[in-house]
């Protein structure tokens, strides 16, 4: 149970960091391409919706399989998520071959970013954990 309420709680922090990421990404996209002003709400809670599966995705990566099949499994499901909310939201990657390949570079470009900054957040929390436990063991 208390790990179930752990898993609770780190999944509503994915959910928030995900959501925020994903409307600050909205909100520059939109600013370059000068087409929104401002969001609606059906629109916020697709990206909410959007920020749930990531964050659901996410364990993935906290599993025990294998680093290579964890990033690679990841990586094509985030990126089927985003293309399936795109076509099902109309958000319009699919408008054009050209636009759908400027989704897919861009999309590779922000997934690697993302992974960089999870990854050094887990490097950083696991050392201050291990001093944590080093520090106790040694009173």
Do not use: D
């Amino acid at each position: 149970m208390k790990k179930f309420i752990h898993n609770i709680g780190e999944l509503k922090f994915l959910v928030g960091i995900y959501f925020m990421a994903f409307m600050i990404f909205a909100t520059v996209g939109s600013y370059f391409l000068h087409r929104i002003k401002s969001f609606e709400i059906i629109t916020i809670w697709q990206i909410l919706g959007l920020a749930a599966v990531f964050s659901v995705l996410h364990f993935i990566q906290t599993s025990s399989m294998k680093p290579v099949l964890r990033i690679s499994l990841h990586a094509a499901l985030a990126y089927l998520t985003v293309a399936g909310f795109s076509l099902l939201c109309g958000w319009g990657f699919a408008q054009s071959p050209e636009i759908f390949w400027q989704f897919t570079l861009i999309f590779v470009i922000i997934y690697a970013i993302v992974f960089t900054v999870f990854g050094f957040y887990y490097k950083n929390e696991e050392t201050y954990l291990n001093k944590k436990l080093e520090e106790y063991k040694n009173k």
